[in-house]
Structure formats: C-alpha cells, structure tokens
C-alpha cells in the first residue's frame, strides 16, 4: 500500500535516540526524518550530517511549530517530557515519547489527558525493551493455569556504576532531570504489569544514597546525588494477595544481574533478561525447563514501525499506551511517597 510521506521530527538525540529511533525510522518506507533540536544547535547540526535528518534547529520550539511535521520523537531526559508531549498534541502532532513518561504521576496524568482530548493523534510510550520476545508466550502460560495460584512476584536489576565513589554522575541520579524515577524500577514494573493484570494494594520502599554528590563527566560541576544508589520494594498485589518484592541496586559489583520471577502454586517462571532466557519449573522441583520460542515469536524491536502503523492504519497503541504509561507512574508515586515518610505503608489510592 502507498502512503503519503510521514514527516518526524526529534527533540532531544542522545543514545538511545540516535541508536534505535533515528535507525528504525530509517527502515520505513516513505518516513522522513526532517528536523532535529538537541541542546545546542552545534550538536543537532552533527547529529543531522551523520543520522541523515534534513535540517537543525535551535530550540525544540521550532520543532514543534514546523507545520510540515507530522510526528514528534521526544528523546529527552523525563523533565521535559510532560511539556513537550502537550505542546506537540496541541499542534497537531502525533507523538512517541521515550520511557519514563514523566517526572511524576500528576505530570503523567496531565499527558493523559491531553491525548484523551486528541483522540486523532497517536500519543505513545516508548516500552520497556527487555521482555518483547517473551511477552506473549509468558500471558499464555498464566492464561493457561501453569502457575496456579501466583505466590510471588520477584524483580531484581543490580550493576556495579554506582558503586565507586569516582564513578561519574549521570542524569538518572540527578532529580531535577528525573523525577521520582528511580534506576529501572518503573520500566520494570511496567514489564510485570504486562503479564499481570494487578496493582499493589500497599508497599514499603527503603533506599540509600551511598554518596550524596558526584562530578559530571568532563565537567567542574558537583550536583547532588538525590536519587537511591540502592532500592528496595515490598507489598502486596490487590487481587490475589501474592507478595511482591523488588530489588534495584547501582552498587552490586561483580556480575550484574536482571531477573524476572513469578512463583505459584503450580509452577514458577524464571526469566532472565540479559540471557534473554525464559524458564519453567514445577511446583517442588529443582529442575528447570526452557522456554523455546518459535521463529514467529522473536518479535523484536519494532517501536517506531509500531507508532508509524498506529498512526496510518489508526489501530490502538498497545506498547506502550498513555494508559500503561499512567499505571507505572502511579507505582513510582507510591515509591516516592514511602521513600519521603521514612518507609511508610502506603496503601493504593
């Protein structure tokens, strides 16, 4: 089918930006990759000449206000993304918007609301990355009763970046950049709530910060460090009760770790997301299966071909809607909030 030309424009080129959005708009046919604003114009000009965008501009403003351009990619540090995302659905622009929707849950909301008021413009979240192969096979073995009754849900994400005191400071610890954010705990937590239609009904959070200040890279800067270096979570799931228990830690030398585990009654799953290696074990048994998926399975990274085809085919956004975006901050508010009143229950609301 012959489309008429899509024309995307970026804000904000960092990594992530540059190693998978620019390329996967590359790959679609009749999508142009018009204009780019970065956070000088010097850099969006080097980004242009290399990413083969058609032209750099000075602020984000003229991005947005370019009436050749159909679809904003917002690739900023979340602080930015509530103000960008409104004022591109205001002008008329579809919109995908990198993880971590927001700095909050009410700048989250207001997003929301936003894109409910433009039901015509496709408003969408970058997805958590780290399950997409396993996704659907997961839901179907909970479908199909292999766990019985789910007892536990157990997350954990360690590395070593935070664990020497001259490790540099990165946006992730800075809070004026990230919000309430902390480490991977919302986009792991948006990965569980795919396969598990729950919410907690309390938790408990305990953070450290191991190291209250850190130097910028290349920089004299000190900034304060106002993000945990170590993170834990406890609660309940509304539903079924089972225990949730989350572990996230910068400061875990050695062997870094990211691992998925949903235990029950009947059987438990085990999903590593660095091997990319899902398992099944038996109620009681200390054998493991592994999960094999079929060649029709490996869906991969298709994120910017996903938003393109929500937006000429008008199908709904299903990784990952302002909705979703909106229940994974929800639980980082109730991190924040705990973390705030020296580990306090906090009770869904």
């Known amino acids: 089918m012959d489309y008429l030309k899509l024309r995307v424009g970026f804000i904000g080129a960092g990594a992530n930006t540059r190693q998978m959005h620019i390329p996967g708009f590359q790959k679609i046919e009749n ?166 239609d729950d919410e907690p009904e309390w938790l408990i959070a305990d953070g450290a910060i191991f190291q209250t200040s850190r130097y910028y890279p290349d920089s004299d800067t000190e900034a304060e460090v106002a993000i945990p270096d170590s993170l834990s979570v406890l609660g309940r799931f509304s539903k079924n009760g089972a225990r949730l228990a989350y572990h996230f830690s910068g400061v875990e030398s050695g062997k870094p770790r990211m691992e998925f585990r949903l235990n029950g009654s009947r059987g438990a799953l085990r999903f590593d997301a660095f091997q990319k290696q899902l398992f099944y074990s038996q109620a009681g048994s200390t054998d493991e299966k592994k999960i094999m998926l079929s060649q029709g399975q490996n869906r991969g990274w298709q994120v910017e071909a996903d938003f393109v085809r929500s937006i000429r085919e008008h199908s709904p956004v299903e990784l990952t809607s302002f909705d979703q975006g909106v229940r994974y901050m929800a639980f980082t508010e109730m991190v924040a909030e705990s973390l705030a009143n020296a580990s306090a229950r906090i009770p869904n609301k």
Request: proline share 4%; glycine share 4%.
């Open 31 to 196: 999508v142009e990759l018009a204009v780019v604003a970065n956070r000088s114009l010097a850099s969006a000009a080097e980004v242009a000449r290399k990413d083969g965008i058609k032209r750099a501009v000075a602020t984000w403003q003229e991005v947005i206000e370019d009436p050749s351009v159909d679809a904003i990619c917002v690739g900023t540090w979340p602080n930015m993304h509530a103000e960008l995302t409104i004022a591109a659905l205001e002008r008329g622009k579809h919109v995908l918007c990198e993880a971590r929707m927001a700095c909050n849950l009410a700048e989250a909301q207001r997003m929301q609301q936003v894109a409910q008021a433009y039901p015509q413009l496709v408003a969408q979240l970058v997805p958590a990355p780290f399950s997409l192969d396993f996704d659907a096979t997961i839901r179907e073995l909970i479908a199909a009763n292999k766990l019985g009754d789910l007892l536990e849900v157990r997350v954990v994400h360690t590395g070593g970046q935070s664990a020497s005191q001259d490790s540099p400071m990165t946006w992730r610890q800075d809070r004026s950049r990230c919000g309430n954010n902390i480490l991977t705990m919302g986009i792991m937590h948006e990965t569980v709530q795919r396969w598990i």
